[in-house]
């Protein structure tokens, strides 16, 4: 009787492993690089509108107030035409705001995450009906831009998968700072989904997907996993210290 082929063990099995090991981790590395350099274009393209076109946008809006300032009173039409431009202009000016915040969030580079996190979930909140807190510590921690660039991409994509796919009327946001590591929580009192849901795994997660990728390259993990009472976690973890490569 033919004895049944064992799959390899000892060093045999380490080194055929090893090539899929390596292979993983340099396409990890190579994902968190290539996010950061899409993050640096966004921040210098968002830069990029509020020097040139919010600038210039402000500049005609003051000339049309003072070109405003020598319409006849008695010449209406001329006045409801310059109210018109006043509030075209003004759109501009609000839709380009709203590009650049997309973009890139100024006060996570200025103010720090805490006030970044302050602005953007209340902001969610209001834009989508859902009831959203926020639990920040005292002190902002002094993480680097690429460590706070990828907390903020987590809430951000966080909240965008509450409002399209959790039916939640809650969400809270939770950042944790014990001085070796942070941690992010996105918790929702939604639908949730089975715990051996391989949500990650899932080829409509790709933003999650790419968090995940992220948070390895800077020594962190991702977890999307069921609440203990129902609704959907979220959580990423990274160590304070980032990994030298």
Known sequence: MTEPAHPQSGPAAAASAAPGADRTAELTEMLGYLAACWDEERRLLARQLHDSLGSSMTALTMHLALLTQHIPAENQAMRDRSAQMKGLLANIIETN???????????LEFLGLKAALAELVPGF????????RTSLPDEDGSYTRTQGVVLLRCVEEGLRNVAA???????????DDDGDQVMLTIRDNGTGFPNDDKVLES?????????????RFLGGSLQLGAGESG???LRMTLPRQVPVA
Request: hydrophobic fraction near 45%; include cysteine.
């Open 203 to 215: 080829t409509s997660c790709h933003g999650l997907r790419l968090l995940r990728e992220r948070a």
């Open 125 to 132: 909140a209001a834009a989508n009906n859902i009831k959203a």
């Open 231 to 233: 609704g959907a976690v």
């Open 97 to 107: 705001r709203k590009m650049q915040l997309e973009l890139w969030n100024d006060k």
């Open 165 to 175: 796919h959790a039916q939640a009327t809650e969400v809270d946001v939770i950042l």
